[in-house]
């Protein structure tokens, strides 16, 4: 499950796609079931564009991977999708307006340096658009048992459960881990009232931060691409309406704005920034309106030197220890209790607020792509996934416990 470039205004809320491998005899009615499904499937009245592509050989080529890179990374628009399976020679289906082929080429190619793997819980029909009923106590305690082998379960600070969507999809809930067995072990730890139907688990892009490794071009500065800069700030940070900060950057003579949202908590941060601190930013590109210019939406920030911060103040009367008092304009100082005098201000340091380091946002704030803090430098990169484990299952009854047992579980310790 690939998530591609979370900056593309009219992607679908998760912009991801899945790639298959399958190893058959009997290509054609394996193509003909997966087109069939599709058109059962897909969420066409809700807006979807599915696209579906057939690659059928040993080997991926490299351009396929290309492609994917600049699906993570940038804009491609559908019509150079549809020029890439023509050229190719590529099986394509799509519904609607073919926007889905620029995710399916992607997965197709994609190159994975470092994944995530998700494991997926599918509702029964039955309960489609009704609340889920998913016991918190149970996916915080998930959560202390498996972290950080899953990640981004529960929000500590918001105490809320972050492992279901709210919407009428359906997916039950999902768990984000290091390996098959913690994703699997972590579902086995969380209780509900309801029964799924079962469960998929996905080995995935989301939680590598892919789409912001790429070091962004400032002098061409495209609308929606992701990456990172790396520049010196120019101004001081300044606090729009809505609690957002506004600040520049300096990077080859070029001035990037940039804004940080405020449900990103990173506000606080970049607004102890002072020109001339060197910092490393990620983000994606939002395009210039008529009452905006270009800007970067900031998702990282990273502090590389913090310069001094010099203040002019009244100096000290070192004897008195005391400080002293502006004479009039251009008229020195004087010591309130000696009555010594100075003729100028001196410059003292104030200390900084903020550290040289990593400053991420907060749960909350992370999208699918969000590199988390406790990720920072590592990278799986060997692929799990053979016959021994149970990537998929379908539930005979489902898993249903009652509320006698999310009070046991509070109670004692579980063993799995
Ligand atoms: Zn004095």
Same mark, same amino acid.
């Given at each position: 499950m690939i998530r591609f470039n979370p900056n593309i205004p009219w992607k679908t809320r998760g912009n991801g796609a899945i790639a298959l491998k399958i190893k058959t005899d009997k290509p &054609?009615?394996? $193509?003909?079931?997966?087109?069939? /499904? *599709?058109?059962?499937?897909?969420?066409?009245?809700?807006?979807?564009?599915?696209?579906?592509?057939?690659?059928?050989?040993?080997? *991926?080529?490299? !351009?396929?991977? &290309?492609?994917?890179?600049?699906?993570?990374?940038?804009?491609?628009?559908?019509?150079?999708?549809?020029? /890439?399976?023509?050229?190719?020679?590529?099986?394509?289906f799509y519904l609607g307006n073919g926007q889905g082929l620029v995710g399916?080429?992607? =997965?197709?190619?994609?190159?994975?340096?470092? %994944? @995530?793997?998700?494991?997926?819980?599918?509702?029964?029909?039955?309960?489609?658009g009704k609340k889920r009923e998913i016991f918190?106590?149970?996916?915080?305690?998930?959560?202390?048992?498996?972290?950080?082998? @899953?990640?981004?379960? /529960?929000?500590?600070q918001k105490n809320r459960i972050l492992i279901a969507p709210h919407g009428p999809d359906p997916v039950f809930f999902g768990i984000r881990g290091e390996d098959i067995d913690s994703v699997i072990r972590g579902k086995s730890l969380v209780f509900s009232s309801e029964k799924f139907d079962g469960y998929m688990v996905f080995r995935t892009n989301q939680g590598t931060g892919a789409h912001l490794k790429n070091e962004l071009d400032v002098h061409d500065l495209k609308p929606?691409?992701?990456?990172?800069? @790396?520049?010196?700030?120019?101004?001081?940070?300044?606090? &729009?309406?809505?609690?957002?900060?506004?600040?520049?950057?300096m990077k080859d003579d070029q001035k990037i704005k940039?804004?940080?949202?405020?449900p990103t908590r990173l506000t606080k941060i970049v607004s102890n920034l002072i020109k001339g601190d060197v910092i490393k930013i990620g983000g994606?590109? #939002?395009?210039? +309106?008529?009452?905006h210019q270009r800007i970067l939406n900031v998702e990282f920030l990273?502090?590389? #030197?913090?310069?001094?911060?010099?203040?002019?103040?009244?100096?000290?009367? !070192?004897?008195?220890?005391?400080? +002293? $008092?502006?004479?009039?304009?251009?008229?020195?100082f004087e010591c309130v209790k000696c009555k010594k005098t100075f003729p100028n201000k001196i410059f003292e340091d104030i200390s900084r607020e903020i550290e040289c380091r990593l400053y991420m946002p907060v749960l909350? =704030? %992370?999208? %699918?792509? +969000?590199?988390?803090?406790? #990720?920072?430098?590592?990278?799986?990169?060997?692929?799990?996934?053979?016959?021994? #484990?149970?990537?998929? !299952?379908?539930?005979?009854?489902?898993?249903?416990?009652?509320?006698?047992l999310e009070i046991k579980i509070n109670t004692r310790k579980l063993k799995h």
């Open positions: &054609e009615s394996i $193509k003909k079931n997966v087109i069939e /499904f *599709i058109k059962k499937y897909s969420a066409i009245k809700d807006g979807a564009n599915p696209g579906l592509v057939f690659y059928q050989n040993e080997n *991926i080529p490299s !351009h396929f991977s &290309e492609f994917g890179d600049r699906a993570l990374c940038s804009l491609i628009k559908r019509n150079n999708a549809k020029e /890439f399976v023509s050229k190719n020679g590529l099986e394509s399916a080429i992607g =997965a197709i190619g994609y190159d994975f340096d470092d %994944h @995530t793997f998700e494991l997926i819980s599918y509702r029964n029909k039955s309960n489609l918190k106590q149970s996916v915080k305690k998930m959560q202390d048992l498996t972290y950080p082998n @899953t990640f981004n379960s /529960f929000d500590e929606f691409s992701s990456g990172h800069i @790396t520049g010196k700030v120019i101004d001081i940070p300044r606090v &729009e309406i809505g609690g957002h900060v506004i600040f520049s950057i940039c804004a940080v949202y405020k994606g590109v #939002r395009k210039a +309106t008529k009452n990273q502090i590389l #030197r913090l310069e001094r911060n010099m203040k002019a103040v009244n100096p000290l009367c !070192h004897a008195c220890n005391k400080r +002293t $008092k502006s004479k009039g304009k251009n008229q020195g909350s =704030a %992370h999208r %699918h792509l +969000t590199r988390p803090m406790q #990720r920072i430098g590592k990278l799986n990169n060997k692929i799990e996934f053979d016959d021994s #484990r149970k990537w998929f !299952h379908i539930s005979k009854s489902g898993k249903a416990v009652n509320k006698k």
